[in-house]
């Protein structure tokens, strides 16, 4: 029966590992107003609209990864798209201003693994999103919303650059979205980049960051506590029949 046991408990175990997680998530994302790609700023500064979403969101960035915000990271050299020199003066791109913001002490940056741009970001958020402005430096018609992905015509404009710091506004997508911004040129930029208007479809004009949370435990779903029981019952019959 000890066999038969540690069979039991592996096979739990890997069940367990399995199933799903949600959690609720605290996402900062920053926009680059200025079109292309070359210049000064290369990729850009993304400094120029900052603003945080808040409740019950899960992220989704085909081909990205979530790294440490760290010190070491911000280092003007460009590595990461959004780590460049900006205009605005010395250590001023949104990977300082971030790392220097006591609000945020464990953030993770958004890229792909070699430190590119990941063109398609959305969310899926249950329940309402609370939107923060957090500040930019920028120019005052410069704006960002969020659209539905199942109506992605209808612009749903959250801040304008003109809003006081700290300003918030809540809303329920209802499901999955995206976020746009706009620069007072015409131009409308989302964070899934082939959505562009004005712009090339694989520009990316947004960053985005997590507030890391500390490790849970996954809830099993209901169809891993399912094969768990079916495999006791099973073995358990096996048992009996032994005896």
Same mark, same amino acid.
């Given at each position: 029966?000890?066999?038969?046991?540690?069979?039991?408990?592996?096979?739990?175990?890997?069940?367990?590992?399995?199933?799903?997680?949600?959690?609720?998530?605290?996402?900062?994302?920053?926009? *680059? $107003?200025?079109?292309?790609?070359?210049?000064?700023?290369?990729?850009?500064?993304?400094? $120029?609209?900052?603003?945080?979403?808040?409740?019950?969101?899960?992220?989704?960035?085909?081909?990205?990864?979530?790294?440490?915000?760290?010190?070491?990271?911000?280092?003007?050299?460009?590595?990461?798209?959004?780590?460049?020199?900006?205009?605005?003066?010395?250590?001023?791109?949104?990977?300082?201003?971030?790392?220097?913001?006591?609000?945020?002490?464990?953030?993770?940056?958004?890229?792909?693994?070699?430190?590119?741009?990941?063109?398609?970001?959305?969310?899926?958020?249950?329940?309402? !999103?609370?939107?923060?402005?957090?500040?930019?430096?920028?120019?005052?018609? $410069?704006?960002?919303?969020?659209?539905?992905?199942?109506?992605?015509?209808?612009?749903?404009?959250?801040? !304008?650059?003109t809003e006081?710091?700290?300003?918030?506004?809540?809303?329920? =997508?209802?499901?999955?979205?995206?976020?746009?911004?706009?620069?007072?040129?015409?131009?409308?930029?989302?964070?899934?980049?082939?959505?562009?208007?004005? *712009?090339?479809?694989?520009?990316?004009?947004?960053?985005?960051?997590?507030?890391?949370? =500390?490790?849970?435990? =996954?809830?099993?779903?209901?169809g891993a506590?399912?094969?768990?029981?079916? !495999?006791?019952?099973?073995?358990?019959?096996?048992?009996?029949?032994?005896?």
């Amino acid at each position: 029966m000890v066999c038969n046991r540690l069979r039991i408990y592996t096979l739990a175990a890997a069940l367990l590992a399995g199933a799903s997680l949600s959690r609720a998530t605290v996402i900062v994302g920053a926009m *680059e $107003d200025t079109p292309g790609s070359s210049g000064y700023e290369k990729n850009g500064d993304f400094n $120029d609209m900052m603003f945080e979403l808040s409740g019950n969101i899960t992220v989704s960035a085909p081909g990205g990864v979530f790294n440490n915000l760290t010190p070491s990271v911000v280092n003007q050299n460009g590595t990461v798209f959004w780590d460049n020199d900006s205009l605005d003066g010395p250590d001023m791109n949104v990977g300082f201003l971030l790392d220097d913001n006591s609000a945020f002490p464990n953030l993770e940056y958004l890229a792909l693994p070699n430190g590119g741009s990941v063109n398609s970001v959305t969310f899926d958020a249950t329940g309402p !999103v609370t939107f923060t402005f957090l500040e930019g430096i920028a120019a005052d018609t $410069d704006t960002v919303g969020w659209y539905s992905l199942s109506s992605p015509g209808t612009l749903h404009q959250l801040a !304008v650059r003109t809003e006081p710091d700290g300003t918030t506004v809540t809303f329920d =997508p209802d499901g999955a979205f995206a976020i746009y911004g706009t620069n007072g040129l015409g131009q409308v930029y989302n964070s899934i980049a082939a959505d562009n208007i004005g *712009e090339s479809g694989t520009q990316q004009h947004f960053a985005f960051f997590e507030e890391a949370q =500390p490790p849970s435990v =996954p809830e099993p779903s209901s169809g891993a506590l399912a094969s768990i029981g079916t !495999v006791l019952l099973g073995l358990g019959v096996v048992s009996r029949r032994r005896r």
